[in-house]
């Protein structure tokens, strides 16, 4: 395990070479530029609705953090996420009309979302998508940064795995409404996530099932342990 300060140069370094790419950046996205997609599908949401929204935090804020920052690795971070995507996942463990199980299987959140109205998950959604995110550092070595930031930025060409960055982002920030934020959250939620859509116990986004089955154990942990020492260029100084 590398000491901090290692730790904190890394994140440094990262940040320089997402910077470095952020200009390339929109002509590669897929479906359109940043610009032409709206904040969010959602209107500005009332102070009525954010105040909601901290209530039902509450009853989350043991394992997630009351702004959403979880200081415990096993629990992602939500803070500083699109709505959308929140909202989305809030749904998905939740067991739709005549489904046998919910697309987003885990024991506790399932437990969780049962328990929320539709008007709670959008207003709890909104609250933590308006909260400062804290992100993390990677503590990879070398070599494993290198493989990381190579399957960020250029996919798996052989395997043909598209480069995350054409969808989440150069600092991993995703796009709202469309791609969830991913740099700067645990290192191993993401490499947990990566490998339950490749199993299949993750079934709510068949194309991240169709990208994760493409790729090796190696290649998952290496492109997590990337992607969780990424900023937004917003974040630099923080
Ligand atoms: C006892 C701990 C615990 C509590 C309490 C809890 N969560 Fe979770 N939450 C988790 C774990 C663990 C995961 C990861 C599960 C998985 O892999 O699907 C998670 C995942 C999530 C995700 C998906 C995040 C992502 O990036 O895809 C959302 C959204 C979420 N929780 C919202 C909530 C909300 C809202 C509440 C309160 C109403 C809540 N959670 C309460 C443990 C908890
Ligand atoms: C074509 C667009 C696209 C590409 C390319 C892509 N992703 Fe995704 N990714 C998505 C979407 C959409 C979701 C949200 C899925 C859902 O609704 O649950 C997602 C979700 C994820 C999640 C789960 C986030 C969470 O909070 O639980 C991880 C981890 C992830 N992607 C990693 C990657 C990695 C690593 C790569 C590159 C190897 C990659 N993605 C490439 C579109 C993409």
Request: aromatic content about 6%.
């Amino acid at each position: 395990m590398p000491t901090p300060s290692v730790a904190v140069r890394v994140v440094l370094t990262l940040a320089g070479l997402s910077l470095a790419s952020a200009s390339s950046w929109g002509a590669d996205a897929p479906a359109a530029t940043a610009s032409s997609v709206s904040e969010t599908s959602f209107p500005a949401p009332t102070s009525a609705q954010l105040q909601a929204g901290a209530k039902v935090a509450q009853t989350c804020a043991a394992c997630h953090g009351i702004d959403g920052n979880a200081t415990s690795t096993e629990f992602p971070k939500l803070a500083g996420q699109h709505a959308d995507y929140l909202v989305k996942q809030l749904h998905d463990y939740r067991i739709a009309k005549g489904a046998k199980h919910p697309a987003r299987v885990n024991a506790i959140m399932n437990g969780m979302a049962a328990t929320l109205t539709d008007a709670q998950i959008r207003d709890v959604a909104l609250y933590y998508s308006r909260q400062t995110f804290k992100p993390g550092v990677a503590f990879a070595d070398k070599k494993e940064l290198k493989l990381g930031q190579a399957i960020w930025m250029a996919g798996i060409p052989d395997r043909a795995v598209p480069a995350c960055v054409s969808c989440h982002g150069p600092g991993g920030a995703g796009m709202p409404s469309r791609y969830p934020r991913i740099g700067g959250q645990w290192q191993g939620y993401l490499e947990m996530e990566l490998q339950m859509f490749r199993n299949d116990r993750r079934t709510n986004s068949p194309e991240m099932h169709d990208i994760a089955s493409r790729m090796t154990d190696k290649q998952i942990t290496a492109v997590a342990e990337y992607a969780a020492g990424l900023r937004a260029p917003s974040e630099l100084s923080r």
